[in-house]
C-alpha cells in the first residue's frame, strides 16, 4: 500500500502548488502594485540593474566594431570622395591664382605700352630656348605685325620697363630674341646713383658685367638699396643707340675695388627673371647700328 501512495501524493503536492499560486497571482492582481509579487519584481530589479549595466558596458564597444566594420566600405568611398573634391577645389583655386596673375601682368604691360616712346607690339612667349650654349625666346609677333630685327624686347609693370634683349630675326608671324645674358650680348649703361657709364656684357649665365667703370666710384653700402642700372641713349655720327633711355638693365650685385686695376670689376644681377617670362613688349625703334 505504501507503494501505491507515493504517486498519489505527488499529485496532491502538484494541484496544490497550482492551487496555491492561482490564490497568490489572483491577490497580486487585485492589488496592483501593491502585492506581494510586484514587491518581489521590484527588488528583482533593483538586484540586476547594475548587472545589466555592466553587461551593456561590455557588449556596447563589440556592437560598435562590427558595425564599423560593417559600414567600412562605405566610409573608404566617402573618404576617397572628399579627397576628390578637396583636389578639385585646390585645382579650382590654383588655376583661378594663375589666371588673376597672368591679367594683373596683362594689365601692367598695358599701362607700360601706354607709357613707353616708342609704340610697341604686345606679344607672348611660344618657345623658350634657354640652355647652357644659347640663350634665345621665340614671340608670337613677326613682321606681319611690324617686329623687325634690332628692335629692343622689354618687359615690366607699374614701376617701369625692364630690359629682355633684342630681335635678331623674324618671320612673318613670329621672331627670334636674343636675351640680354646670352655671351657676348652688349648695352650702354648707367649706375643711378653716380651716374658713372659703361657696357654691361652676357656672360652666358645668369649675371651679367659691367665694364669700364672706375674703380674710385661710390657704390651703396650697409642696408642701402643695390644699385640699379639703367639703359642709355647715345649718338656718335651715324653710330645711335638702339636702347631707349632709363630702362632698367639689372642691379649691382657685387664690386670688387681697390688694386692696380684702373676699373673696378661689377657683377650685375638681371632685373628679369627669363625662366619665368611670359608676355613682353617690341619696342618698334628705328633701325641703326649696334649700341
Given at each position: 500500500?505504501?507503494?501505491r501512495s507515493g504517486p498519489r501524493n505527488t499529485r496532491l503536492l502538484v494541484v496544490g502548488l497550482v492551487v496555491a499560486s492561482l490564490a497568490i497571482i489572483t491577490v497580486d492582481y487585485r492589488q496592483g502594485d501593491s502585492g506581494p509579487l510586484a514587491e518581489m519584481g521590484r527588488a528583482a530589479r533593483t538586484f540586476m540593474a547594475p548587472l545589466q549595466e555592466a553587461v551593456t558596458n561590455v557588449t556596447r564597444?563589440?556592437?560598435n566594431f562590427f558595425s564599423g566594420v560593417a559600414h567600412l566600405p562605405s566610409l573608404a568611398q566617402e573618404n576617397t570622395d572628399l579627397k576628390r573634391e578637396l583636389a578639385d577645389a585646390e585645382a579650382r583655386i590654383?588655376?583661378?591664382s594663375q589666371i588673376e596673375a597672368q591679367n594683373?601682368?596683362?594689365v601692367n604691360l598695358l599701362n607700360l605700352k601706354q607709357s613707353l616712346q616708342p609704340s610697341s607690339v604686345p606679344a607672348v612667349v611660344i618657345s623658350n630656348g634657354m640652355s647652357n650654349l644659347n640663350y634665345y625666346i621665340t614671340?608670337?609677333?613677326g613682321s606681319n605685325d611690324g617686329v623687325r630685327t634690332n628692335d629692343p624686347v622689354v618687359t615690366g609693370d607699374q614701376e617701369g620697363a625692364r630690359l629682355v634683349g633684342?630681335?635678331?630675326s623674324t618671320t612673318t608671324n613670329s621672331a627670334e630674341v636674343r636675351l640680354l645674358i646670352d655671351e657676348g650680348?652688349?648695352?650702354p649703361g648707367r649706375l643711378a646713383t653716380s651716374g658713372e657709364t659703361g657696357l654691361v656684357i652676357g656672360n652666358g649665365d645668369q649675371d651679367l658685367s659691367m665694364q669700364d667703370i672706375p674703380a674710385t666710384t661710390k657704390f651703396p653700402a650697409g642696408d642701402a638699396a643695390p644699385e640699379s642700372i639703367f639703359t642709355i641713349s647715345y649718338s656718335v655720327g651715324d653710330l645711335q643707340s638702339r636702347f631707349p633711355p632709363n630702362i632698367l638693365i639689372g642691379t649691382v650685385s657685387s664690386v670688387v675695388q681697390g688694386g692696380v686695376e684702373p676699373d673696378a670689376t661689377v657683377s650685375v644681377r638681371p632685373a628679369v627673371d627669363f625662366s619665368s617670362l611670359e608676355d613682353v613688349l617690341v619696342l618698334q625703334t628705328a633701325d641703326g647700328g649696334s649700341g
Open positions: 500500500m505504501a507503494a564597444p563589440v556592437g590654383n588655376a583661378t594683373q601682368e596683362l614671340i608670337d609677333r633684342i630681335v635678331v650680348f652688349s648695352v
